[in-house]
Structure formats: C-alpha cells, structure tokens
C-alpha cells in the first residue's frame, strides 16, 4: 500500500490498512500537524485535504485513499519557503489562542477557497461547521478567511 | 496483588489555585543549556528519528561562561549572533509567551523583530512558573520589567565606558545605545561582550520607562509561535516525538474509584502491534494515578484497538455511584434546610418583614467538563532510575513530586520539560496524566512512550466543574433600593460555596449566605474562573429579578448598590473602577436606545483582579412546541440568537492588545457556550456525556460580534485576562433574554428551559 501525501509518495507495507489517515500521519510519517481531537469526526482538529476536498482523517482508512493526493498543513508552505497568502493571513489576524485547532480550521479553509474564491460570511459559517475552536477564536478565524480570500485574487 | 483503599476519593479536595498563591512548592535543578547549532537543532526537530526539542533549545551559539554572551538574568541573553529572550511561564492559549517577553523587551528597549523568544526551562531562578489564576501577568510584571531594565543599564553602561562619556548622555532605542551629541550609535549585540563584564546593579538603582514611552506595551502583536502553528511544526505536548517512541493507553474504571479485579491481558497482548500491557493498582492518591491497566503499543492506532478489545472486571465496591438525577431531586430538599451560615450581617429577618417587594428565584447549574482540545497526553521515559517528562501542563513544578512518587524514585531524579498547551482552562492545573505517564514508563524502562488519552478518557476522567443549587430571595425598600438579600446554596463537596467576601457582601445591609456540601465521589475542581463562572450567573441573574421587583432599571439599581468608591473586602474590588466599566459598557452598548425586538442585558463580575462589565444584545424566537431536556421534563422550545456583546474591562494598563481583545472575545464565546447547552451528567457513577456529540459546544455560525472596551487610569497594575472575561457572559445574556421576552432563565445550562442558540 502507498499514498501520496503532500506530493511525496509513502510506501505503508505493514501498516494495519484500517487505520485512519490521522495516525498515519502523525505516528508514522512524523506530520504532526494534524492534530487529535476527538476520534469521532466532531471536532475537525484532523482535518486534512484529499484532492480538493476536506475530510476528518480520524475516522478515514488509509486504504481509502487509493491514488489521490493527500495535503496537510506541512504541504502548504514547506520550511523554507514564505508562508502562503492563507497562512499569512492567519499570523496577521493573530487569530490562535491556544493554536490546537488551527491546523484544522485552516485546512478546512484552503479546500473552502479551491472551491469558492469569494465566500460571504454564511458560507464560511457553513464550511467551518464542522471545525471546533475550544478558545472561541471564530470571529478571528472568520475574519482571516476573508483576508485569505482577497490576497489570493 | 494488594488493594488500596478508594473510597475516601470524594473526600480528597484538589489543590486549587488560590488568587494569593503564587509560590509553587515543588522546585527541581536548572536544567542544563543544550547547545545546538542550526543545523543540529533542525535535526533533532527534524522528522526522522526526532524529537521536539524547543522548550530546551537556547538561542544558537549560545555560550554561557565564556565571556561572549551577555546574560545579566535567566530571561535575557545577547551575544553577536542576535538578542534571546526566555518565556518563564506554560503557553495554554492566554498567551504568555508573547506578552511576558514583551514586558522583558519594552524595559530593554529592543526592537521586537530583533527578538527570539523560547520557551523557559524548568528552573527556580524564573520564579513560579506556572499558568493558573490569572496569575502570569501581575506576578511577572515587576521581576520581567527589572529583568530588562536592568539588562538596559547594562548595555548603557557598557556604551558609556565604551566611548568614556556619561551614561546620563546615553539613550537607547530598537536594540541600540546612541549618544546624540556625538551623533554615536552602536548595537546590543556588539556590546554583549562589553555589557557581560559590568557589575549587575542593584534593583534600587534601575528605573522603569514612563509609560508614555512605551514603544510596544498596549500594541497588537502577534503570538510569538504563530508561524509555527500555521506551518504545522511539531509544538505541543501530543507533538513531543523521540527515537523508538511506543505509545500508550490507561484504562480506568468508568465508576471512578473501582478497582481491578481482572483483565484478558494475554488476549490483549496478542493483538498486533501490542508490546505490553499491566495492571497498575495506583498510588492511593486520586489526584495522581488511580487504578487500571495499561497498555503498550508500536502506535497510537494499534494501542487504541487494544484498549477497545480490553475487558476489564472491577471491583466497585468502593467506586462511584454518582447520580446527577438523585442529586437534583435531593438538592430541591437541601435548600429548603438551614445550611452552614456563611454570611449574616443586619437583620434579614427583619427586612423581609418590613419590606413587601420581594423575589425568589431557585438556580442551579450542572457538571461542566475542561474539554481542552488537546486531549491529556505525556511523553515519558524511565532510564536507569531516571525519570525524563515531556508535558503539556500548567504547573510543571507541581507535577514532578507527584510524578517521582508514581516512579517510585526522588524528585531529583525527575527532568521535566514544558511544552505548549491545547488549551487549558484549568485542567492542566493537575497533573494526574504526568502521573500515569510515569508510572507506565517505569515498566517499560529504557524505552520512551507517549500516554495518550482518547476525548472519552479526557472528559469521563475530568476534574470537573461541580454543580449547584441556589435558592435565592431578595426585598427592596419603597425606593427599589435592595435592603435583604438571602442565598441558601448547595454546592458539591470540596466546593466550599460562597467566600464571605463576594457580592453582594459590602453592599446589602442585611445579607445571609448558607451553604450546604454535597458528597461527589468524581473529582471536581478548578475550572475556568473557578467560583465566579456560577456564582457570577446566580447572583447578577438575582440582582436583576430584585431591579425588576422595584420596578426600577437595572444599570441604576447595580450603579447604586456600587455606591460611592472606595476598595472592598481587604483590597480586591474598588466600586470606582466596576462602575466605570458598567457605565462604559452600557453607553457603548446602546442601553437607552434599544433596537426594536432586541433585549438588553447587563452584568458586571469581578474576579481575578479585574473589573469587567459586559451587555449583551439578544432577541428571542416564539415558542415553538415543547422539547424534552436531560432531566426528562417537558420545556417550551425556544430559539435565542445573541447579536452582539459589549464589553468594558479594566485590568490596568494591556501589554499585547491583540492578545487581550483575543482573550475577552474568547471569553465570551466560552461562557455562551457553556451557558447554553454544556452540562455533564452521572449515572451510577459513570459520567454520560464523553465526546462532542454529547457535549455540544457552540461553532461559529453562533458566534456574537464582541466589541471590546479597555479602560486604563493609569493608575494600576496590569492583570491577568485568561478569567475575569467569562464571568459576566451568562448573566448578561439571561438578563437580556428577560428583557427580550419576561423569561427568567434560572437553569446553566439554558437548554435545560429549552433555548438553542441560533
């Protein structure tokens, strides 16, 4: 079995094919970004992008990938490079407090934009349903999503 | 295999961060600088064979002894290479870790962008560190202005021997000493190895900035880990990775205070990936390992499976039989008995008599869960009678006595090192994951593991917020002036009610407080703005019912009971300043120009030192049928959106303004939604609500505009924001819903009288 995450292909021989996305990540490709929350897809702290859209990697099988690409919150902008318009955004607006979520709400942002460029407020609301902030910080992450959006047109 | 005795467990009372404590107990060695180029850094914090390495990863090139680095105290080092400074306390998401090194940096008159900030070893030298009552802000703010200040004089008087002119002469600015006469300028860096040979001064003779010369204290900075965060690296405790991690799981009994009988262990350790598993008995002590098994695993995945096909028998005698639902029945009892009195000065009995305008109102309030969202997890490895702690907690040095003890060794053979928190909210504040983490790696010596929690563990193993039962009454005189006031309350054991110096104490002639325990095997204890968080509710919910009685408006009758300025109750609360706020909030707020179909609502708490008021903007929905809550009763359904809060807070002068305006509107968002529909409930001792499916909290769609004011006299010193923000919201908000609809919401959370947010 293998999968492409962040445009590098993983050889997964010997990895149990029922575990989720999450702990692939996170325990056996050291990306750990992706963040635990929950288990039971509530939180969106695991969110991850497959092709262009977003799904909960904890509760998704790595053998459902199959040949589509995976991206995390290390594909966005790698070490070396600046940060993309979205997580520039993200430092500008000064949006985390505790920052755990933030990978999460992020992710689930960049397949928001892929899709709709110009989101009105209802339409970040409803994208990010399913993300959690524990610190309440949704006026600002709301905020940076439109930030988000205007420096990517 | 011998069995301890739990079933005092409900008896044990959690250490409680006390507002004034602020000296930790529990200290351990400096930790040893690991010098690291840029390269060796990248790779120990590199993905393959890596680990986290930050909170003991100094400033490149840093050297401590031998001349080159200029290090006056713990928190500031500056050599050629650049300018270091060290964040003392644990970064739970109040954001100390940017604001306490801004403090160091205004006193050293750096320029920010020259700045790195680290988090800070484990060491007495940096005082208490740890994160807790709202504490990091006012207890930092004298020693990290003197830290940097004294650096400062240093730097200057290093300049001054430098260019053999006076120091008066000097001024500094965005990292340099400049002489303006000469028209002279040179770096911090390049007087590092200058600076390093001047005497440290005496506190006496160094002198703070006029604030008005603030260059950075009160702007809006970003968090310091902000790039980190949004590039994904490795930061929080759940991140901590080393060579040959395994991972592991801790069973409990679900009935807190059972004990093992037995478990399939052989079956367990068959299961792929499983490399061990055991039976720990505990340590006796609830607050640090309880029974349970354990299990060891090659990853997290393979160690959750294994605790799924666990089966475990305990033995419950001495376990929980906790019931929420008997307790409210048996609490409807309890506040119609005389309870402990607390509180009685005047004569209530009398005014009750003489005073004709009454209101009663019974409130309660269930269980609320910590919930961070980093779920408690340590990393841990026990090496040749030595213990090594990664962790994300809020009391490091608490935790390591503890720790040593679940490990059965000395303390001094405890290292410990503090990572970022997912939140805290005052969970962190116990260190009963540290404590397990320790036990299990002692039977997996020379091999580290990481203990990982799963939400069901995190939540049916919290230290929980306690219910609560208030029966109130009030009277008010012929003026609408409140001149009686009765609380008979019932709070869960280790609760202790009440504090005789709370509201209204001070305030009403003829005030009684009573308070009856209630026996809780769970563990309960801080949570977020302890005390406050529902007393908050009770009693600015009652003041407004006693507004109503006398028919006169709410602003006025709280201005009034304020009364004339002046500190109450042995410091703590000065009435100038809560009026200022409530004032403020509700003239920003609209308060006599009300919107049509809108409700307004005000409250004003004070707690951890700071006075805020907010008002809250709400309109509610027509009953739409009945819903059935938790306790099985049948309630009118009703929609509620909250349009906007407004929010007064003075807590002296701000040090990162986006960071405090992040704080209040995180606050507001917190107390909505732990008013609404946050409640944990018990049956036989097992606790029902274990995931966010059960346990709701509120998502952005519901978020209210927050408009945040700071008021700043300038008389007073800085104050924590991590609490005092919280407590206002809900009895804000319920007022407001009465002023909407003539509703008195009585109940936390509200969705117990059928309102849902919108």
């Not at chain 2, 962008?113 to 208490?128: K, L, N, T």
Request: hydrophobic letters at 40%; one cysteine or more.
């Amino acid at each position: 079995m293998k999968v492409s995450v962040n445009n590098t292909t993983h050889d997964l021989t010997g990895i149990d094919p029922s575990t989720p996305l999450l702990w692939v990540l996170r325990d056996h490709l050291n990306l750990v970004g992706t963040k635990f929350g929950c288990g039971i897809s509530q939180c969106g702290a695991c969110t991850v992008l497959i092709d262009d859209t977003a799904v909960k990697s904890c509760i998704y099988p790595i053998s459902a990938v199959g040949d589509k690409d995976v991206t995390t919150i290390e594909g966005l902008a790698s070490d070396e490079e600046e940060l993309t318009p979205l997580q520039q955004a993200w430092v500008d607006v000064d949006v985390a407090q505790c920052g755990y979520c933030q990978a999460g709400q992020i992710m689930a942002t960049e397949a928001l934009l892929r899709e709709n460029p110009n989101p009105t407020d209802t339409d970040i609301d409803t994208a990010l349903a399913g993300n959690l902030c524990r610190c309440g910080t949704y006026l600002r992450v709301r905020e940076a999503v439109k930030v988000a959006a205007k420096q990517r047109s | 295999m011998t069995t301890l005795d739990y079933s005092d467990i409900g008896k044990v009372i959690p250490r409680v961060l006390r507002e004034d404590e602020t000296t930790p107990t529990v200290f351990t060695e400096p930790q040893p600088l690991v010098k690291l180029d840029r390269r060796q850094f990248l790779k120990l914090t590199g993905l393959i064979g890596g680990g986290l390495m930050l909170s003991f990863a100094p400033l490149r090139k840093v050297r401590a002894q031998d001349g080159t680095v200029f290090s006056p105290n713990v928190f500031v080092k500056i050599d050629a290479e650049g300018i270091l400074l060290y964040a003392p306390n644990p970064e739970i998401g109040q954001g100390v870790k940017t604001s306490l090194p801004m403090m160091l940096a205004e006193e050293l008159d750096v320029a920010w962008e020259d700045v790195r900030v680290v988090q800070a070893p484990i060491d007495r030298a940096y005082g208490g560190q740890f994160a807790g009552g709202s504490m990091s802000t006012p207890t930092s703010w004298e020693p990290l202005r003197t830290a940097g200040a004294t650096a400062r004089h240093m730097l200057v008087e290093a300049a001054a021997q430098k260019w053999q002119v006076s120091a008066d002469t000097l001024s500094t600015q965005d990292s340099m000493v400049k002489h303006a006469s000469s028209n002279r300028e040179i770096s911090y860096r390049e007087l590092a190895v200058d600076a390093a040979k001047i005497a440290v001064p005496s506190r006496g003779s160094i002198k703070f900035k006029d604030p008005k010369q603030y260059r950075l204290l009160g702007k809006r900075i970003t968090g310091v880990d902000n790039d980190a965060i949004v590039r994904g690296k490795p930061l929080f405790g759940i991140d901590q990775m080393l060579p040959n991690l395994k991972y592991a799981v801790y069973q409990k009994c679900p009935a807190i205070g059972g004990t093992v009988k037995s478990a399939n262990l052989d079956e367990v350790k068959k299961m792929p990936g499983v490399r061990q598993a055991g039976v720990l008995e505990g340590t006796g002590n609830a607050m640090e390992v309880l029974p349970g098994v354990f299990i060891i695993a090659d990853s997290t995945w393979a160690a959750f499976q294994a605790k799924r096909a666990l089966k475990v028998e305990w033995d419950e005698n001495n376990a929980s039989k906790d019931s929420w639902s008997e307790t409210v029945t048996q609490a409807t009892k309890l506040v119609e008995q005389a309870g402990n009195r607390t509180v009685d000065t005047g004569d209530v009995d009398a005014a009750f008599s003489a005073n004709e305008r009454q209101a009663e109102g019974y409130y309660k309030y269930f269980f609320v869960s910590h919930a961070p969202l980093e779920p408690q997890n340590c990393t841990a490895m026990f090496k040749d009678g030595e213990l090594e702690l990664w962790a994300p907690t809020q009391t490091p040095t608490w935790g390591m006595g503890p720790a040593a003890r679940a490990a059965g060794i000395d303390q001094s053979k405890v290292k410990l090192n503090q990572l970022r928190c997912g939140g805290g909210f005052g969970r962190r504040l116990y260190n009963d994951f540290m404590c397990e983490a320790a036990a299990i790696a002692k039977n997996y010596p020379g091999v580290p593991i990481k203990l990982q929690w799963t939400r069901e563990d995190d939540i049916s193993y919290d230290l929980f917020r306690g219910g609560g039962f208030h029966k109130l009454r009030g009277c008010v005189d012929e003026q609408g002036k409140v001149v009686g006031w009765h609380n008979r309350h019932a709070t869960i054991t280790g609760d202790q009610g009440i504090g005789s110096g709370q509201f209204p104490m001070g305030m009403v002639d003829n005030l009684r407080v009573e308070h009856t325990g209630i026996d809780w095997k769970h563990r309960c204890a801080a949570w977020r703005a302890p005390g406050s968080n529902v007393f908050g509710f009770v009693l600015m919910s009652f003041l407004h019912e006693l507004a109503y009685a006398g028919g006169r408006d709410h602003r006025d009758v709280l201005l009034e009971m304020l009364g004339e300025e002046r500190l109450m109750n042995r410091g703590g609360m000065h009435t100038g300043r809560a009026a200022a706020c409530v004032k403020l909030a509700t003239e920003k707020a609209g308060w006599t120009n009300r919107k049509e179909g809108r409700g307004l609502g005000v409250a004003f708490y004070y707690s951890h030192a700071g006075h805020i008021a907010e008002v809250a903007e709400v309109s509610v929905g027509d009953v739409e049928g009945t819903v059935t809550n938790r306790q099985g009763e049948s309630v009118q359904k009703r929609s509620l959106k909250v349009h906007k809060v407004t929010v007064a807070a003075d807590v002296g002068p701000i040090i990162n303004l986006s960071g405090a305006e992040n704080q209040v509107q995180g606050s507001v968002v917190d107390g909505l939604s732990t008013m609404v529909d946050l409640a944990i409930t018990f049956e036989n001792g097992r606790v029902q609500e274990t995931n966010f499916d059960k346990y709701r909290m509120l998502r952005m769609a519901e978020t209210p505009e927050v408009e945040v004011h700071f008021i700043n006299t300038g008389e007073h010193s800085p104050t924590g924001l991590g609490e005092p923000a919280f407590p206002p919201l809900a009895p804000a908000v319920g007022n407001a819903i009465f002023d909407a609809c003539g509703y008195r919401v009585r109940t936390l959370p509200i969705s117990e009288e059928g309102f849902y947010l919108v």
